[in-house]
């Protein structure tokens, strides 16, 4: 498998997208949470529709939101 070179890229994230992050990493056994992150834009290039993902308004902490939620065990 082709590791190709990673470039460093700060980005500002909430914190419960980093606790979502950390759990994909505890849960699919991945050595970092950058792993993690890598996957999620290697569905995006490859088979996701970029249509209902960038033209569907999100907002999981407006409101009454509490942004992502850990899954109950």
Request: include cysteine; aromatic fraction near 10%; charged fraction near 30%.
């Amino acid at each position: 498998m082709a590791m190709g070179k990673k470039t460093t890229l700060e980005v500002e994230l909430h914190q419960d997208m980093v606790e979502m992050l950390g759990y994909a990493k505890e849960t699919y056994g991945f050595r970092s949470s950058s792993k993690a992150l890598r996957v999620i834009l290697d569905y995006m290039a490859t088979d996701a529709d970029w249509e209902e993902v960038f033209m569907n308004q999100r907002c999981r902490r407006c409101g009454s939101g509490q942004g992502w939620q850990r899954p109950e065990s």
